[in-house]
């Protein structure tokens, strides 16, 4: 059975933190290449940051140096830790597997809302 948990967003203040994380069910999880995503308020879904299952992490630019991405294979959890987060970081935030067509992913998970105000 797929299943994707997405847990941790809220409101917070422009430069706070927010840790959100995602329990994975282990047919997706299993070691394989896992990814966070975001759909902000009328726009398409777009990815963020990536890590393979040694712990090869990636991100888009918009959030290098800002964002941290991990796993523990051992929980079926990965987790982004995002500091000095801007208003333009509030989206709805996904986790999936990563593939480079990742966009034709047919099940995601309900998404936990990120929304960063003042």
């Known amino acids: 059975q797929v299943q994707l948990v997405e847990s941790g967003g809220g409101l917070v203040q422009p430069g706070g933190s927010l840790t959100l994380s995602c329990q994975a069910s282990r047919n997706i999880f299993a070691r394989q290449p896992m990814g966070w995503y975001r759909r902000a308020p009328g726009k398409a879904r777009e990815w963020v940051a990536t890590i393979t299952g040694g712990g090869t992490t990636n991100s888009a630019d918009s959030v290098k140096g800002r964002f941290t991405i991990s796993r523990d294979n051992d929980k079926n959890t990965v987790y982004l830790q995002m500091n000095n987060l801007k208003p333009e970081d509030t989206a709805v935030y996904y986790c999936?597997?990563?593939?480079?067509?990742?966009?034709?992913?047919?099940?995601w998970g309900p998404g936990t809302q990120v929304t960063v105000s003042s």
């Open positions: 999936n597997q990563y593939i480079k067509t990742w966009y034709s992913l047919k099940y």
